[in-house]
């Protein structure tokens, strides 16, 4: 790579650190538009037409952040974003003609960061692009914080892995840093525009209840499943995780 200077988000970067998108679109014409614009703000782009090329893709480029396209031939949007969420954590904007609200929670559930509906301006996808890039490296771990404990509950940020006990539970990403978020800030209230700020980041767009569905999700898979109660609600206000200690 050279040295040279080129300007990205109105900031001077070096070339070589550049941040590499991976877009999965099969609307060919679709893909060229967003490639010229990425690539005219200074991103280095790589393109699949398809499901199985982006697994592909994605192994031989080790791109920065992923735009996937929902409805794909070969494999869905949701498979391939539940394949790589196997291997990566990298930013996935799941891109949809489909604009219901389940449709929506569907892509986050299988992985994906955020969601932008078709056909949508090129400012909003850059802007979901910057914020996403943003959330990635500020999510990144410290190391005197890799494991955090509610009760019995154990979060290990690291290996991205919850278990209650010696059961290990399974979450989907955006469930995993909610639950983060939460005992990070155990016994203490957090509204729900907190929780959509830090989780879903500054730029989200999207309905607010949709905290409340995913703290239904992680209720359903902790408190419920296990006959414990680790999340509370302050009606009218937000949630917290409650301590031990707390308890009466």
Known sequence: MTSSVLLY?????????????LIVEDEAKLARFVELELKHEG??????????AAIEKFYESSPDIMLLDLMLPELNGMEVCRRIRKESDIPIIMITAKGETMDKIA????????YI???FVIEELLARIRAAMRRSTMDKPSAESDI???KNLTVDISRRTVKLDD????????EFDLLA???KNKNI????????NRVWGYDYFGETNIVDVYIRYLRTKIDDKYGVKFIHTIRGVGYFAKDEEQDN
């Open 181 to 183: 978020y939460l005992i």
């Open 43 to 52: 991103y280095d782009v790589v393109i699949a037409e398809n499901g199985r």
């Open 148 to 150: 955090l404990t509610l």
């Open 167 to 174: 059961n290990e539970i399974e979450l989907t990403k955006r």
């Open 107 to 114: 892509g986050l559930d299988s992985g994906a960061d955020d």
């Open 189 to 196: 209230v957090i509204t729900r525009e907190q929780i959509l």
């Open 9 to 21: 988000s109105g900031v001077r970067i070096m070339e070589e650190n550049k941040i590499k998108v």
């Open 117 to 119: 509906t078709k056909p």
